[in-house]
């Protein structure tokens, strides 16, 4: 079995800044996408950022020049670095990864808090 275990999530102002971290656990021998997803209150879950095995990434229009996605590989981690953060940016923040391990694997993390007051 694999999980991702999710930190860094809190509360925060208008302004500031945060930084989620996303660690990959369990046999695992490759880990291909991984994207960072949020939910809001009374809202549909969708995208924030995704980054490829290779490094490419991809970001939500809501985020672009505000949040930047970054992993690891030798830690099986992903990092979300939030600035500049807005009372609309309050979610839930969720990990996801395409992992190879004993079977394939579609992972989400347990989820984290972002509250960001104005």
């Known amino acids: 079995q694999v999980q991702l275990l999710e930190s860094g999530g809190g509360l925060v102002q208008a302004g500031e800044s945060l930084r989620l971290s996303c660690l990959a656990a369990g046999r695992i021998f490759s880990i291909n996408d991984m994207g960072w997803y949020r939910q809001a209150p009374g809202k549909q879950r969708e995208l924030v950022a995704t980054?490829?095995?290779?490094?490419?990434?991809n970001y939500a229009n809501a985020v672009k020049g505000r949040f930047t996605i970054s992993r690891d590989n030798a830690k099986n981690t992903v990092y979300l670095q939030m600035m500049s953060l807005k009372p609309e940016d309050t979610a839930v923040y969720y990990c996801?990864?395409?992992?190879?391990?004993?079977?394939?694997?579609?992972?989400w993390g347990q989820g984290t808090h972002v509250t960001v007051s104005s």
């Open positions: 980054i490829s095995s290779s490094g490419a990434t």
């Open positions: 996801n990864a395409d992992i190879t391990g004993i079977d394939q694997y579609h992972v």
